[in-house]
């Protein structure tokens, strides 16, 4: 007998199923549901960031943004596409937010601290 | 039928241990570009002049500088770049204190024969303040951006107690790597170059900047003094550079999902 003949596998895999089931017809909260559909405008960013496309991004980022302010990746994604622009204080608030929602993520820390040297040097050079 | 259903659990519970901890990331290219701190928008052309240049006799400042930033500004800047002979500045120095003070002999400081030392160069310092001279070198070349200023790039020894990473086996041969603090004897160059840009349609300066970089050798190892003058300009062109034109910081950030 395989594992997956188990009945109690079988109840487990069930009732695993079931709930994903429940989540999806919307017993969940419904801050999941705005988290999904910040999501897919988040992986929509990102696909078009890596194309270069920027601009889309940022529309989507700030979609993004809007359906679920507590998203820090959002933020995040947005701050470096205003970097990618040049518009550095939006990138400085954006970064901000990401790491207010999000104090801990290495990722948002290492980027933003990347801009934030980046920046003070370009101020330095321009004073 | 169990298969598919036990593949979609998997796969599931996969994407919540991926969102527990942080979600996918994709590390992104991001080119910042640095905007330039002098407005050139108003020139088309732009004239490395020349340098007064001293120090070392082995590398021509002058001539190794006005070449190198030509080379340079042709392939990073949108001005065209003015070729023509490197203007001789002492010269042209020298003529401009006789004439602006002819009762000036045993006066002041005479100009040196040899420019050795940066005081020696800051008794040419009166050439950048002449809007005349440069105003009529602007009208020569069709009112371009003036780039010139001085160069002393000169021999330095300097020894003392520096640090160095030595590596060690203890007895079993596993390596370690231990800061020892030695007494060295070492010689190099240092490279003073001060850059003057000139509004090439008034002959009023417009910016100007010093940077100063060395390099240090081993007493023992010998390095011709031109190419330690190119790595030290090497290390400065950028910054100078960042002056005329947009220059592009490459680095990477982390999108996050």
């Given at each position: 007998m395989t594992i997956l003949g188990c009945p109690m596998f079988n109840r487990t895999t069930r009732l695993l199923v079931l709930l994903?089931?429940?989540g999806t017809l919307g017993v969940a909260p419904v801050a999941a549901d705005a988290r999904d559909d910040a999501k897919q405008q988040v992986e929509f960013g990102i696909e078009v960031a890596q194309r270069g496309l920027w601009r889309e991004a940022i529309y989507r980022w700030e979609?993004?943004?809007q359906i679920d302010p507590t998203y820090a990746a959002a933020h995040n994604n947005l701050a470096i596409a205003y970097e990618q622009d040049r518009d550095l204080d939006k990138a400085r608030a954006a970064y901000e937010r990401a790491l207010e929602l999000e104090p801990g993520n290495v990722f948002i820390t290492q980027n933003f601290?990347?801009?934030r040297e980046i920046n003070e040097r370009t101020n330095r050079e321009n004073s | 039928m169990n298969v598919p259903i036990a593949r979609i659990v998997s796969t599931l519970a996969v994407a919540a241990m991926a969102t527990a901890?942080?979600?996918?990331?994709y590390e992104i290219p991001l080119d910042t570009p640095i905007r330039p701190k002098l407005d050139v928008s108003g020139f088309e052309r732009i004239l490395v002049a020349g340098f007064i240049s001293g120090g070392s006799e082995e590398v021509d400042g002058n001539v190794e500088t006005t070449r190198l930033l030509r080379s340079q500004l042709r392939s990073q800047s949108d001005m065209r770049v003015v070729d023509t002979d490197v203007l001789p500045l002492v010269e042209v120095?020298?003529?401009s204190r006789a004439t602006s003070d002819p009762t000036a002999d045993g006066e002041g400081p005479a100009l040196p024969e040899a420019i050795l030392e940066d005081?020696?160069?800051?008794?040419y310092e009166h050439l950048f303040a002449d809007v005349e001279y440069w105003q009529r070198i602007g009208e020569e070349y069709q009112q371009p951006l003036i780039v010139t200023g001085t160069v002393m790039f000169a021999p330095q020894e300097r020894s003392g107690i520096i640090q160095r990473d030595q590596e060690i086996y203890d007895s079993l041969g596993r390596r370690s790597v231990v800061p020892?603090?030695?007494?060295?004897?070492?010689?190099g160059f240092v490279l003073k170059p001060r850059f003057v840009f000139i509004d090439g349609r008034t002959g009023a300066v417009l910016y100007s900047e010093n940077f100063r970089e060395e390099v240090l050798y081993n007493a023992n190892q010998a390095s011709p003094a031109l190419s330690s003058y190119f790595e030290l300009m090497d290390r400065l062109l950028p910054s100078f550079l960042s002056t005329l034109s947009t220059q592009t910081i490459k680095g990477t950030r982390v999108l996050l999902q």
């Open positions: 994903c089931v429940l979609r993004a943004t601290e990347l801009f | 901890c942080g979600g996918s990331y120095a020298t003529e005081a020696d160069l800051e008794l020892v603090r030695t007494y060295m004897e070492r010689k």
